[in-house]
């Protein structure tokens, strides 16, 4: 990696006609490119993309009794749903049956 002697900016490779220089953004060339190594990166196009089927919801389980089926752990998020000067509402979510019911306080 070369710097350039001005600013201490990284060098970069810039082609100028048939010739390969060494170019900083302040203005500075230098021709000395025998201790740059060159190299092309080359993209992955062979990169597998996984599919998830199940509903997967990264939220905090607490203990929370469900009014569905009386199961004792459910998972909570909050939204502010009503003006900022009052609390905001907390949602809950049975972890057994799904079923959504809503605390305010």
């Known amino acids: 990696m070369l710097f350039c002697p001005k600013c201490s900016s990284i060098l970069k490779p810039k082609k100028t006609g048939s010739k ?10 230098s021709s000395d490119t025998s201790s740059a190594k060159m190299t092309e990166a080359v993209k992955n196009n062979n990169a597998k993309v996984e599919v998830v089927e199940k509903d997967f919801q990264a ?3 607490v203990p929370n009794k469900c009014s569905k ?20 509402t907390r949602f809950y979510k049975c972890e057994k049956c799904q079923h959504v019911w809503r605390e305010y306080k």
């Open 20 to 29: 390969t220089v060494m170019a900083c953004s302040c203005g500075y060339t």
């Open 69 to 88: 089926c009386n199961h004792g752990k459910a998972y909570y998020w909050e939204i502010q749903t009503r003006a900022s000067d009052e609390p905001a």
């Open 59 to 61: 939220m905090p389980l």
